[in-house]
T-cell receptor, first 111, second 113 residues
Framework: DAKTTQPPSMDCAEGRAANLPCNHS???????VYWYRQIHSQGPQYIIH???NNETNEMASLIITEDRKSSTLILPHATLRDTAVYYC????????????FGTGTRLTIIP | DGGITQSPKYLFRKEGQNVTLSCEQN?????MYWYRQDPGQGLRLIYY???????QKGDIAEGYSVSREKKESFPLTVTSAQKNPTAFYLC????????????FGSGTRLTVV
């Protein structure tokens, strides 16, 4: 699985859009980009995933650059409940079953 | 509602005792996983199972054992051979399809004293 790089921490004002970057310069053509978040002392929660097209769901949007070497998770109107550690993961969807979590980005929403 | 149930939420055990952590899912997911998380760290894979009666070691399987006798259940036993068992343990499951993410339980915090 490709290695990802995320900033260790970020702050965002409540009500603003939170933009979380992730670099995955060694991503392979068949690897997807997944985002999860973990609120303190809970299990990680799936947010969104994509291959090469931008994706949007009820929680967030995922923007993947054309060369697929980086992506951005966008929380359009951040609330205090969005304070969590956000993990960016790249992996194939067959064969290798390992989901490798790094240390992620600790996002703090400020009132 | 469908989901994954881990029990208990908090568990205290004396050093040298084996302990079993429960994980049950009613999502009809094929694959199940156990992860360990230490403070300030990411998740590390202990064991995973893709079908009933079959499982594979993850990155840190030493000192742990699992069974998968039913599709719904994937218990993890932390044995006395595990050198540093105090950690947060997370169970996850996944539908066998490329277009689905993983569903995690709420975790069990094990403290060995």
């Amino acid at each position: 699985d490709a290695k990802t790089t995320q900033p260790p921490s970020m702050d965002c004002a409540e009500g603003r859009a939170a933009n979380l970057p992730c670099n995955h310069s060694t991503i392979s053509g068949n690897e997807y980009v997944y985002w999860y978040r973990q609120i303190h002392s809970q299990g990680p929660q799936y947010i969104i995933h994509g291959l090469k097209n931008n994706e949007t769901n009820e929680m967030a949007s995922l923007i993947i650059t054309e060369d697929r070497k980086s992506s951005t998770l966008i929380l359009p109107h951040a609330t205090l409940r969005d304070t969590a550690v956000y993990y960016c993961i790249v992996r194939v969807n067959f064969g290798n079953e390992k989901l490798t979590f790094g240390t992620g980005t600790r996002l703090t929403i400020i009132p | 509602d469908g989901g994954i149930t881990q029990s208990p939420k908090y568990l205290f055990r004396k050093e040298g005792q084996n302990v079993t952590l429960s994980c049950e899912q009613n999502l009809n997911h094929d694959a199940m996983y156990w992860y360990r998380q230490d403070p300030g760290q990411g998740l590390r894979l202990i064991y995973y199972s893709q079908i009933v009666n079959d499982f594979q070691k993850g990155d840190i399987a030493e000192g742990y054992s699992v069974s998968r006798e039913k599709k719904e259940s994937f218990p993890l036993t932390v044995t006395s051979a595990q050198k540093n068992p105090t950690a947060f343990y997370l169970c996850a499951s996944r539908r066998d399809s490329a277009h689905y993410g993983y569903t995690f339980g709420s975790g069990t915090r094990l403290t060995v004293v």
